[in-house]
């Protein structure tokens, strides 16, 4: 008796709170494309949930619910171990109205050699950070057809800029390491969100005669200015000739060509009350994907990302940039991670849900069960006792 009023009891409560938020919440409480499809993903997990529980009951008994609790805090030990070093992050940064397939590492750098004689189309090799600092000090790296050999002379993972003095050494024979001057810092560990900027030395290296084509500075300081900081002027690169072809010089973060292309339709600001404090922004994206020959549209704001080919795509920065001219644009820092296991934290949510469920269920009827079959008298008599 007491189980089924209180189970009448929370049934009503969930009606009438989910028949208020649709009827106050109006078209914004409607779920869109991203929510049902992990509305989808729920209700998944809750069948196999379900075959799972009945399998764990029929060997457990009662305390089946009990045991499931247990598989899904595994569950999500397991993800963590399995696929938490696994996780890529990127991130894109987008004017309003422009459309990029460019996606950069910043946790993994390269030293890009681009061959820029042609009008049309720059080709690009690229040197892994990695390969620079196995490197530094030690024998040149060549590359596929580059008519050039790269000597890395010094490799700073973390560092800083500062201007040529007239004491100091000076490491670098042209270009832009003749006004600057790189040293090593300290390497910015994963506790603060402050991020490395390397630089280099490198000398170049005729590849036929071995001679020495000058010594340069590359730094992400001022070769890769435009992804470090937002609303930036440009990069600066040294230029090199070399057989006849102009050859860019360019330490940067390691760049990603997606299949597909993301435009950025809309960005907008939404600041407080009568404040210039920012409260929400949001992107409004397409992505076009000439091999599958499809098109989806989404919202991108706080909290609320948009899922794209295996990659989910979050909100994370906003800037007005200058776009010369007296013009000014609004600019947009997403986010892309690419997680292999980010169903697991799902599953093993909805896993421990019902888990919990069923095993306070049991408890809470095998309770309300005795307490029916308790006389009245002795039911009184342990009432006055609680008082």
Known sequence: MIFAQTLKLLTSVIIGTLAAMAIGGGASWRMGDPGLRIMWQLIQSSAAAGVLLAGLVMVFGVRGGNVLIHVAVGMLMFGQFAFGDRQIEERMSLVEGQTTNVAFRTDEIELALIDTSDDRDD?????????LKARAGGEP????????TVRVKEFFPNSTLVRVGPVAPNPASAGLGTRWLAADKLPEGGATSKMNIASAYVELLERDSGRSLGTHLVTQFLNDQAQLFMGSEGDECDTVEVAGRPWRLQLRYRREYKPYEVTLDDVRRVDYSASNTPRDYSSYVTFTDPERKTEQKGRIWMNNPVRYRGETFYQSQYSQVDLGGGRTGEMTGLQVVENAG????????VLAFWGMLVHFGITFVR?????????????????????
């Open 123 to 131: 080709r690009v090799t690229a040197i892994s950070g990695r390969l």
């Open 141 to 148: 790296i060549a590359c596929g057809e580059l008519p050039f």
């Open 342 to 349: 980010w169903l697991i934290p799902y599953l093993a949510c």
């Open 367 to 387: 309770f309300a069960d005795r307490l029916e079959r308790e006389p009245a008298g002795r039911r009184a008599t342990v009432a006055d006792a609680g008082r």
